[in-house]
């Protein structure tokens, strides 16, 4: 029972090592995908005929996400990732707003 407790500490220390990596991971995937969910969107309201924004914006949101990634992983610390991602989020964010309400050029 002794060498149960000694080791929990040991686990917990493990665990906490591999939380920056899985906060790496989540930003990879969650956040490079709401970037470019929110690319697709924001080329909406691009002053062009929306079958013309939409294919662009899928295309872009390829490219978007792939480098988040690329992003996420390239950074000093997760922190920093999750910083860049929420930086990037803002403008791409403001660009969809209109398309979200309704303004967006047809």
């Not at 995937?29 to 002053?47: D, N």
């Not at 929306?50 to 610390?77: D, N």
């Not at 930086?87 to 967006?104: F, I, S, T």
Request: proline share 6%; glycine share 8%.
């Amino acid at each position: 029972m002794a060498s149960t407790k000694a080791a929990a500490p040991a686990v917990i220390a493990k665990a906490l090592g591999a939380a920056p990596l899985v906060s790496r991971i989540v930003a990879a995937i969650f956040g490079g995908y709401a970037l470019a969910a929110l690319t697709s969107v924001a080329a909406l309201a691009l002053p062009m005929a929306r079958p013309q924004a939409v294919y662009t914006g899928m295309l872009a949101s390829f490219i978007v996400y792939a480098g988040a990634v690329i992003w996420v992983f390239a950074v000093r610390s997760a922190r920093r990732a999750w910083a860049g991602l929420l930086v990037a989020a803002v403008p791409l964010g403001l660009a969809a707003w209109p398309v979200w309400n309704g303004g967006a050029a047809a």
